[in-house]
């Protein structure tokens, strides 16, 4: 099963039997990011100078990527110049968690639940339902961070993301921070990607940390 970016940022942070996402703020923006950063592995997107540019709109035959792709295209057309990424994460960070979240249920991956908070308000939980991609996730990440395996493109670009968003504790949660913050630092900084892949990681890793540290001090 292929499970993007988002995807498994958002099973990292989602509680596996409360159904609750954990640091929900810092997840919806590294959510955001990982569609984005996806898009532009997949050769569908560009992000250089901080600005997002369509490059190809044929759909990549993912429904959680070809929304957001057609989204983003109909967002930005009608601009004189390529926006900057940062608004479209401001933009979308709000809104694109839900529409992993029902990715995820509709793959099998969590279950829906609804409970009333309070006794009055519906509320809707996705506690686990099959932990076998979450385990696999948890097990790649633990040989790249804690021992030091050497990442592929896309899982540097995984724990780039985690880790502009501060999410050390929902990816490493039996891990002090002073183990797997060194390492992850080291990965994103690091020359593991070939040249255009490194750059596109480096820039979402770039506007994740500036939206991120202006909604912290908000």
Do not use: Y
């Not at 099998?108 to 519906?122: C, D, H, K």
């Not at 891990?175 to 630092?185: A, G, I, L, N, T």
Request: proline residues 6%; charged residues 30%; hydrophobic residues 45%.
């Amino acid at each position: 099963m292929t499970v993007t970016l988002a995807e498994e940022i958002t099973l990292l942070a989602l509680d596996g039997e409360s159904g609750t996402v954990r640091k929900r703020q810092a997840c919806q923006w590294a959510v955001a990011g990982g569609i984005v950063l996806d898009l532009v592995l997949a050769g569908r997107l560009s992000v250089d100078g901080g600005r997002i540019r369509v490059l190809d709109t044929t759909p990549t035959g993912v429904k959680l990527l070809d929304d957001r792709l057609g989204m983003i295209d109909s967002w930005a057309a009608p601009r004189r110049k390529p926006p900057k990424v940062t608004e479209w994460l401001t933009k979308d960070h709000r809104r694109v968690l839900g529409a992993v979240v029902e990715s995820l249920r509709e793959r099998g991956l969590v279950r829906q639940e609804q409970r009333n908070a309070l006794g009055l308000f519906p509320v809707r939980w996705f506690p686990e339902a099959d932990g076998t991609v979450k385990r696999e996730l948890r097990a790649r990440l633990e040989e790249l961070v804690l021992r030091h395996a050497e990442p592929d493109d896309r899982s540097a670009g995984l724990i780039a993301l985690l880790h502009a968003a501060k999410l050390h504790r929902p990816a490493f949660p039996g891990s002090p921070p002073r183990e797997v913050v060194p390492r992850m630092r080291e990965i994103s900084e690091g020359q593991w990607a070939g040249e255009s892949v490194r750059k596109a990681i480096q820039e979402m890793q770039a506007a994740m940390t500036a939206v991120f540290l202006v909604t912290m001090r908000s």
